[in-house]
Antibody
Framework: EVQLVESGGGLVKPGGSLRLSCAAS????????MNWVRQAPGKGLEWVSS????????YYADSVKGRFTISRDNAKNSLYLQMNSLRAEDTAVYYC???????WGQGTLVTVSS | DIQMTQSPSAMSASVGDRVTITCRAS??????LAWFQQKPGKVPKRLIY???SLQSGVPSRFSGSGSGTEFTLTISSLQPEDFATYYC?????????FGPGTKVDIK
């Protein structure tokens, strides 16, 4: 059974940092590009970042460029998102996903508030 | 960057209705388009990939068409479980972009 399980969300003050993790199982994680997508409360879906299977190619949305860093550890079947300089507008449920196979995690809520 | 628009943004429909949702890209994206369905509090679910290919397990009342800049998602006969928000997604080039969504609710 394919599983993507996010963790690391929570409440953080503006300017703070969080590191999200996504643990993958049930498929060959190292073969696929992975993504982070977020959804602010009551809003639509927003792509955040993508990383290729071998980490050779990395892309970010303009809204997070310079503040967020995506990475992966294929030996641990894990995807990460380091989020720095967080803002109120970063408040959202963050999903990890593999678009190629339509695999999604259940999401982890990040709340940026003082 | 490629901008995605959807129309309508919301609609009311009845069970059995034929529903069509349109997604337009600000520039050509070939067939690098997917359609997702999302219900409140749930994870998005892909319905269509490559503009017109039906995701395994998705009912055949869903279909997609289009290429280039204009795409449609059609539900041939709306069922109670289809009331949801629908998003298109382009992955022709980065940044990947979602459409703003179309909420389909009960008339």
């Amino acid at each position: 059974e394919v599983q993507l399980v996010e963790s690391g969300g929570g409440l953080v003050k503006p300017g703070g940092s969080l590191r999200l993790s996504c643990a993958a199982s049930g498929f060959t994680f190292s073969s696929y590009s992975m993504n982070w997508v977020r959804q602010a409360p009551g809003k639509g879906l927003e792509w955040v970042s993508s990383i290729s299977s071998s980490s050779s190619y990395i892309y970010y949305a303009d809204s997070v460029k310079g503040r967020f860093t995506i990475s992966r550890d294929n030996a641990k079947n894990s995807l990460y998102l380091q989020m720095n300089s967080l803002r109120a507008e970063d408040t959202a449920v963050y999903y990890c996903g593999c678009f190629g196979n339509d695999y999604w995690g259940q999401g982890t809520l990040v709340t940026v508030s003082s | 960057d490629i901008q995605m628009t959807q129309s309508p943004s919301a609609m009311s429909a009845s069970v059995g209705d034929r529903v069509t949702i349109t997604c337009r890209a600000s520039q050509g994206i070939s067939n690098y388009l997917a359609w997702f369905q999302q219900k409140p509090g749930k994870v998005p679910k892909r319905l269509i990939y490559a503009a017109s290919s039906l995701q395994s397990g998705v009912p055949s009342r869903f279909s997609g068409s289009g290429s280039g800049t204009e795409f449609t998602l059609t539900i041939s006969s709306l069922q109670p479980e289809d009331f949801a928000t629908y998003y298109c997604l382009q992955h022709n080039s980065y940044p990947i972009t979602f459409g703003p969504g179309t909420k389909v609710d009960i008339k």
